[in-house]
């Protein structure tokens, strides 16, 4: 069994719920788009109160299992005007595991800002957040250690989320209780800021129970003897998520100064300091950590603490999609650069894709140059200060963009595009036209694909296969890098998820968990009002050659939409 709790903020009432079975299973990204969808949220105003914030662990968060204690964070997002799942490593699904809480709905708005804190008795409190008020995520993570001792784990909107900025995320303590690990995209720190919620303080207590604990523990065992044979997952550990800046500069599809190019330094050129294999070396030769774990338990270990030239911490994690979008699609090409402006990002609590692609229309714009780090410095401090400017850049790329009359926005359902250019990534763009959530290649991400020769209808296939997949883990609390064991492990997982539960479910159930998702997502969307021409790239993706590879877009809308209905029936 497994509580959860329906918080009442106007009156601040808690409804109790026993979980059993099933219902502890399908959690997640399920569980917000079936909540969603039932309570007919479809149309309402995102930052009003009849908008819920929901909070949903794993069916096996509180444990050592690597990879499963992911936390799904839902809404209806005031950033696209659709569903919205944002996901987060940290240790708070961890804590709500362990204090067997599959999770936690917010319910209407506080009159005054609040700290909700949930004990291992099982109390709910709700403390003043004024000492909390307009203060960096940095500070406010201390401040709560030290009120309420380091047994803890936190969920906190950051200084941007407090004034409705759209561009706002919501900060989870990492494995050191850095306020690091972002539900960043959709805007759910503006509708948690919306609720008056400045943090929800949960305590770290023990393994939850299970059905089978034994069995439980021995596929813990088992998943991470998998992983350990996988040459993928020890890449991960040795140079992290940002290879993929090695690989995308290779290709040809990095994003490069607001998506003008692909690659930002040729062969010829030396190393891509952006790369991985760079930033590994330039790490460890000042000290730093170039394996760190986001969650309790993980084995893959695909974050970093990346350090200055004294050995001072700088940020962690310093990962591929920040290199990317506030990298060198800014023009940026040092890391050292990109990891100051990333470890301003975590202490306002925003989203490093959306405010990458922002900053790089605002260049096109003429506002400031490309490479200049200390102009994106000044647009940091104007949006920690709430200024008229700053206010103007903490809602995103679309309406930036659409203020300052710039041809070029790289954004789907007006949020940016992830580090993938569509011109070159042709799965990953795919997925992102379509997906429920907005420009996010989490949805369905094949990067490496190889899509020379194939159809629209052949690459819709392939989006629709990881898409399913993605679904799947995202609503089990899994982290999608193990996808090299989970895809090709449903036997596995399933018998792990009856042992720990005692339930009977076949293996059929992980490609129906993800397939139901994903078709709950597109209803909420579509009695939201979206049509299949929200789902076209941007006109200037389809019309400028993209260097070097010469590319354009060649999928648009209706015929991805068509393929995708063949697929599913």
């Not at 499963?68 to 569903?83: D, F, Q």
């Not at 943090?199 to 991470?224: L, S």
């Not at 891509?272 to 790490?283: A, M, Q, S, T, V």
């Not at 006109?539 to 939409?561: D, I």
């Amino acid at each position: 069994m497994r509580k959860y709790l329906h918080i009442n903020l106007a009156n601040r009432s808690v409804n109790t719920e026993e979980l059993h079975g099933e219902a502890v299973i399908r959690v997640g990204r399920h569980y917000i788009a079936k909540t969603l969808l039932k309570s007919g949220v479809a149309t309402v105003d995102p930052l009003s109160p009849e908008n819920p914030l929901i909070f949903s662990a794993g069916p096996f968060a509180g444990t050592n299992f690597s990879n499963a204690n992911r936390l799904s964070v839902g809404c209806k997002s005031p950033l696209t005007g659709g569903i919205k799942e944002a996901n987060a490593g940290g240790t708070f699904g961890f804590a709500l595991g362990q204090l067997e809480t599959a999770g936690l709905t917010l319910y209407g708005a506080s009159n005054e800002w609040v700290v909700i804190r949930i004990t291992r008795e099982g109390a709910i409190t709700y403390d003043s957040a004024a000492p909390y008020m307009g203060r960096g995520n940095n500070e406010v993570a201390a401040l709560l250690f030290e009120k309420y001792g380091k047994k803890i784990s936190f969920a906190l909107c950051g200084p941007v989320g407090e004034y409705l900025g759209l561009v706002a995320g919501i900060a989870f303590a990492d494995t050191d209780g850095r306020p690091s690990r972002l539900a960043a995209r959709g805007g759910v720190g503006a509708v948690m800021g919306s609720k008056k919620v400045k943090a929800i303080v949960v305590d770290v207590h023990k393994m939850p129970t299970f059905h089978d604990r034994k069995k439980v523990m021995g596929a813990v065992r088992e998943y991470g003897a998998r992983l350990a044979k996988e040459p993928a997952i020890d890449t991960f550990k040795k140079v992290g998520t940002a290879m993929m800046a090695d690989i995308m500069n290779r290709v040809g599809g990095l994003p490069v100064r607001n998506f003008s190019a692909g690659r930002l330094v040729e062969a010829s050129e030396g190393p891509l300091k952006l790369g991985g294999d760079y930033i590994r070396e330039r790490n460890l030769s000042r000290g730093g950590q170039t394996a760190h774990a986001c969650m309790p338990g993980c084995t893959i270990e695909c974050s970093n603490v990346y350090v200055d030239a004294n050995g001072k911490e700088i940020v962690s994690p310093l990962e591929y999609e920040t290199l990317g979008l506030m990298g060198s699609n800014c023009g940026l090409s040092d890391p050292d650069d990109v990891a100051r402006a990333n470890a301003e990002a975590n202490d306002l609590g925003i989203d490093t894709i959306e405010v990458g692609a922002t900053l790089g229309v605002l260049m096109e714009a003429g506002q400031g140059a490309f490479s200049d780090v200390e102009f994106m410095m000044a647009a940091f401090e104007d949006m920690r200060r709430g200024t008229e400017r700053g206010r103007l850049l903490a809602q995103g790329t679309a309406r930036v963009g659409a203020h300052y009359k710039v041809a070029r926005v790289p954004v789907i359902k007006q949020q940016g595009i992830s580090a993938y250019d569509p011109r070159v990534v042709e799965v990953t763009a795919i997925s992102m036209m379509v997906t429920a959530q907005g420009a996010d290649h989490t949805s369905g991400n094949l990067p490496v694909f190889d899509c020379k020769g194939k159809t629209t209808a052949e690459l819709v296939e392939a989006s629709l296969g990881i898409q399913t997949a993605v679904a799947a883990a995202d609503s089990l609390g899994l982290c999608i890098f193990g996808r090299s064991v989970t895809n090709v492990s449903a036997e596995l997982i399933v018998t792990a998820l009856n042992d720990a539960h005692g339930t009977s479910l076949d293996t059929s159930f992980m490609q129906s968990l993800g397939r139901e998702t994903l078709k709950m997502e597109w209803e909420f969307n579509k009695a939201a009002g979206f049509t299949e021409k929200d789902d076209e790239l941007p006109q200037f993706f389809y019309s400028e050659a993209l260097a070097p590879s010469g590319k354009t877009a060649r999928h648009h809308s209706a015929e991805v939409n068509r393929s995708l209905r063949a697929l599913l029936g």
